[in-house]
Each structure stands twice: as structure tokens, then as C-alpha cells.
């Protein structure tokens, strides 16, 4: 599933980016890369998500998020 699908709350890993390389470089200088735990915090009312990435919240766009895929992480 894309990032984009995801539904607020829930914890996701990242699977793999089908960004451009530009795009691809900043986020993960960023720190979102393969592997990548984060939570999707909320949903805006354009498109932009908030996630929670390694202890600090990062917002991106729908256009980037459709091209995150990602897994729900199971609860323990």
C-alpha cells in the first residue's frame, strides 16, 4: 500500500520509495528510508500528511506520499 493510503494513528515501515532521485536524496537525508518505522499522525485537508519519523514530525505532500510504499506494522 502507499503512504498516502494510510490511515491516521496506525505504524508503518517503509518498503521502498518510487520517487525521483532528487526527491529520494532529501528524504532520506531526512531520515525516511527503507526500513524506516514511522506513525501517520494526521491527515490535512489537501493531501498532506504528518508522520512521526524518528522522534520528530515531518509533513509531506500527497504527490510524495502516493509514491512511499509502505506496511502497517502489527501490534505486539
Not at 46 to 62: D, E, F, P, S
Request: glycine letters at 10%.
Amino acid at each position: 500500500m502507499t503512504l498516502y493510503e494510510g490511515k491516521t494513528g496506525r505504524k508503518y515501515r517503509v518498503e521502498s520509495m518510487e520517487t525521483g532521485e532528487e526527491v529520494t536524496r532529501r528524504l532520506q537525508a531526512l531520515g525516511l528510508i527503507e526500513g524506516t518505522p514511522l506513525t501517520l499522525l494526521n491527515r490535512k485537508k489537501r493531501g498532506a500528511l504528518i508522520l512521526y519519523v524518528r522522534g520528530t514530525r515531518l509533513a509531506l505532500g500527497k504527490d510524495i506520499s502516493s509514491h512511499i510504499l509502505v506496511k502497517e506494522e502489527l501490534a505486539e
